[in-house]
């Protein structure tokens, strides 16, 4: 979508906005940027100040107010006002400062922002779909006011991000995913809807809160919960054909099941797990050019065993063997090490997502010998356990790899296995690190070390503009696999020589206009588009993505 080419229907909606409901309007309203000629015109003399500013006067006003707020939760309120008022100077500023941005809308301050949602709760956004809409699911995806949506992601809210279940708390995520989208990626704001899916809330706290916004009940579960997950999926194929539906943050056991239902119905993916997948690979290809080891001759051990665990393991298998490994000898280089100690075959009672990681072997019930017996090449932490990379842990980790991985992936940051300085320090500053959650730079033993940040944001934004652009029918692991190696590709030896295994974030649009090139190529060569791409894709992707400037309303 490019600026100049509004979407279907919002020409006509902004021809018939006209005084104070044009200024009370997100999406049109151009606060103290409105022309001479347009207060004339759209009856807004005297409605504003009389000096004119430009976008970027008004945006150096609106980066001066962020930074005086005192602590990350203002900004975010901030930032949510800003949206809610005029969306182009929202996308403004978020584009041109999305390093220092990112972890205030999305992690680590959106998870408080979700935990004190009902607090600051000023203006509803997104649809709401609860557990007493069955029924009427399809009835309530039209009264959103707008007919063409690309993209979709929602949540039921019981895990966000590693704080648990927060209910309809949870909007949040959605709210701020997409907003991500249409930053990192240029989808049109109006092409992206956030739906939060209540079915209830098991957090006691919750329930007993007089401001909490959703449903007071225990989560419903079970055959009801599947049958309302249907017939909202089947309200979106009818209301939204097309549009890519994006799972967030729900438990892993609904991930895993509501993924493994729907994602060879419709295009759909869950960034839990598979986004946080192509990542993580992308960091692990980018790892391997630091260690000069052969990706073939890794070995990993995941700490947590749950979504994310899975989509990792899942896509390295299927990297491992593109690397000339057997299946079999590609799922033997990933461990799982979970709350009850290493996942092995002799194990009772293991959910079936780890059975294929189970492998023959004594079992383990700590963490430093489970190290000292497998020694692996890397560990990933996905626990949501702070902490648990402890000083022997990585000491011993070290004494077996020049060049330990230490990925330490859980969010928010409060979670994280272990910081960044503790990786470098325990380990005599040869890790290579990533984390979950933004980590500043580190000075260690007078080297400057920036980490990088396994930011699913590198991957979910790009991929969708390419499955968009390519009208794609199905989300295919090929495409996650490209959407990492185009990643780690893009890594400059800058970049890894200050121990960053990732782009600095703010060439995030580059990254994501490349990485949707590569998707909408798997797409089309894998029978799953719909469109006919052009031979410049390339430029083609960039002329569809939207850019945060002012439409004319009159000329002059
Ligand atoms: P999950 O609930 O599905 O999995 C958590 C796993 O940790 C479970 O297997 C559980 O058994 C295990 N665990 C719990 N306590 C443990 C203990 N004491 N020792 C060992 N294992 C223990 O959650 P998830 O979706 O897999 O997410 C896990 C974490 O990863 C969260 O903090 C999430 O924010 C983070 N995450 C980060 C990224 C990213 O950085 N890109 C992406 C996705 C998830």
């Known amino acids: 979508m490019t600026s100049s080419s509004p979407p279907g229907g919002e020409g006509r909606d902004r021809r018939r906005l006209f005084g104070i409901d044009l200024l009370h309007h997100p999406r049109y309203n151009k606060g103290t940027a409105f022309t001479e000629a347009e207060r004339d015109a759209l009856g807004l003399r005297g409605l504003l100040p009389p000096h004119v500013f430009s976008l970027e006067e008004q945006a150096a006003r609106s980066l001066r107010n962020f930074k005086a707020k005192p602590s990350p939760l203002e900004q975010y309120i901030f930032l949510t006002a800003l949206q809610d008022r005029n969306e182009v100077l929202f996308y403004r500023i978020l584009v041109d400062h999305i390093a220092e941005m990112m972890p205030i809308i999305y992690t680590p301050t959106v998870g408080e922002a979700c935990r004190e949602f009902g607090h600051i709760f000023r203006r509803p956004r997104g649809l709401y779909v609860s557990a007493t809409d069955r029924g009427r699911v399809r009835s309530l995806l039209r009264n959103w006011p707008e007919k063409k949506v690309s993209v979709i992601v929602v ?24 907003s991500l989208y249409t930053a990192c990626a240029g989808i049109a704001p109006s092409e992206c809807l956030p739906v939060l899916i209540d079915v209830g809330t098991d957090t006691d706290a919750l329930r007993n809160d007089p401001l909490y916004t959703g449903l007071v009940q225990r989560r419903v579960r079970g055959a ?30 609904n991930a895993l099941e509501l993924l493994d239902r729907y994602r060879h119905r419709l295009c759909t993916f869950n960034d839990d797990i598979q986004g946080t997948a192509a990542v993580t690979l992308a960091g692990l290809f980018s790892a391997c050019r630091l260690t000069g080891a052969p990706f073939e001759t890794q070995r990993i051990l995941f700490y947590g065993a749950g979504a994310a665990a899975t989509g990792i393991a899942d896509l390295l298998t299927t990297a491992l063997v593109r690397s000339g490994l057997s299946p079999a000898e590609a799922r033997r280089r990933c461990w799982f090490f979970d709350s009850r100690g290493l996942v092995v075959a002799s194990r009772s009672g293991l959910a079936p997502h780890k059975l294929r990681y189970a492998h023959e072997h004594p079992p383990a019930d700590d963490l430093l010998s489970a190290v000292g017996t497998l020694r692996p090449t890397a560990m990933l932490g996905v626990s949501a356990q702070p902490q648990a990379f402890t000083q022997p842990v990585l000491a011993k980790l070290a004494e077996s790899n020049p060049r330990p991985i230490v990925f330490a992936l859980s969010n928010p940051t409060s979670k994280a296995e272990c910081t960044a300085e503790q990786a470098y320090r325990w380990t005599g500053g040869r890790a290579i690190f990533a984390s979950g ?16 940040q396994g930011n699913n944001a590198y991957i979910f934004p790009g ?3 390419g499955l968009v652009v390519a009208g794609a029918t199905r989300v295919s692991d090929g495409m996650f696999y490209a959407a990492a190696e185009t990643l780690a590709g893009l890594v400059s030896e800058d970049s890894l020589r200050q121990g960053s295994v990732y782009p600095p974030l703010d060439s995030i649009r580059s990254v994501s206009a ?20 052009p031979d410049d894709l390339g ?8 850019e945060p400037t002012y439409q004319a309303f009159v000329p002059g």
């Open 155 to 178: 949540t039921d809210g019981e895990r966000i991000l590693g704080l648990g279940d927060l209910g309809a708390l949870g909007m949040g995520i959605p709210i701020g995913k997409l």
């Open 437 to 452: 959650s933004p980590s500043a730079a580190v000075e260690w033993e007078g080297i400057r070390f920036v980490p990088g």
């Open 463 to 465: 991929l969708g503009l």
């Open 224 to 253: 009801a919960y599947r049958e309302l997950l249907d017939e909202f999926v089947a309200a979106v194929e009818e209301v939204f054909p097309g549009a890519l539906l994006q799972f967030e943050d729900f438990a892993t056991e």
């Open 539 to 546: 430029r083609y992707v960039r002329s569809r993505m939207y």
């Open 514 to 533: 490349n990485i949707a090139v590569a998707v909408a190529r798997v797409a089309a060569a894998e029978g799953l588009a719909t469109t006919i791409l």
